[in-house]
């Protein structure tokens, strides 16, 4: 005699937490006892070459208000334009800086912030140098699907007008979504729009 299966139902597609930030930032979520400190919380030491600079921001969604779930992920190379990778096959990356870091957003602010350098150019497929830019991954409730971005840097003007892919960009006037603000002196703001008028262009990769 055939016997009714208990099927579960289905997780809603469009959650991506809390276990996002209970599994990637165990610290930041209130769990010690795993890491020291959260993976990616890191990226430079004393011996890191480089000018130190600092990026932050906020990840903001279309009614204008701070996304409080978000969690941030960075890639850049280092100050050579190197890639802590084994696919970078140019050179030796600098092994005093990660080139990666991760960090959960402010739970009232929605606020992230990196201690990072200041990275070199680096070739784009066709051996063009692109500009100097930090790749920005972002995911948080309803974002089942990473979104990618890049911060260029406001006083990368001519290194800017060369890039290859912010020249793929067909309406110009968003391009400044992807400038950050020098608020001091190697003190950088970069605010990710998700929607609205002034929604941060996200690429295809």
């Known amino acids: 005699m055939t016997q009714a299966l208990g099927y579960l139902k ?6 991506a937490g809390p276990y996002v930030h209970i599994g990637l930032t165990p610290n930041a979520s209130g769990i010690g ?3 020291a400190a ?5 990226m430079v030491s004393d011996k890191t070459r480089g ?3 600092s990026v932050s921001g906020r990840v903001i969604d279309g009614a204008g208000a701070p996304l409080r779930d978000g969690l941030v992920e960075i890639w850049q190379a280092d100050a050579a334009g190197l890639h802590n990778s084994p696919a970078e096959l140019r050179g030796t990356a600098d092994p005093n800086f990660t080139g990666w870091g991760r960090c959960a957003c402010d739970g009232e602010t ?3 912030a990196f201690d990072t350098i200041k990275p070199g150019r680096v070739p784009y497929r066709d051996r063009r ?3 100097p830019h930090i790749t920005f991954w972002i995911v948080a409730r309803g974002i ?3 979104l990618h971005t890049r911060m260029y840097f406001p006083d990368e003007a001519e290194a800017n007008a060369e890039d290859p892919v912010l020249a ?3 309406h110009r006037s968003r391009v400044a979504t992807l400038i950050a603000r020098e608020e001091a002196s190697n003190n950088y703001v970069f605010d990710i729009h998700l929607q609205g008028e002034r929604e941060t262009v996200f690429l295809d990769i």
């Open 10 to 15: 289905e997780t809603a597609s469009q959650t």
């Open 33 to 35: 006892g795993v890491y």
């Open 38 to 42: 959260d993976l990616g919380a890191g």
């Open 51 to 53: 000018t130190r600079i």
């Open 110 to 112: 929605g606020r992230f």
């Open 129 to 131: 140098l692109m500009a």
């Open 144 to 146: 089942n699907l990473g």
């Open 168 to 170: 793929r960009i067909e």
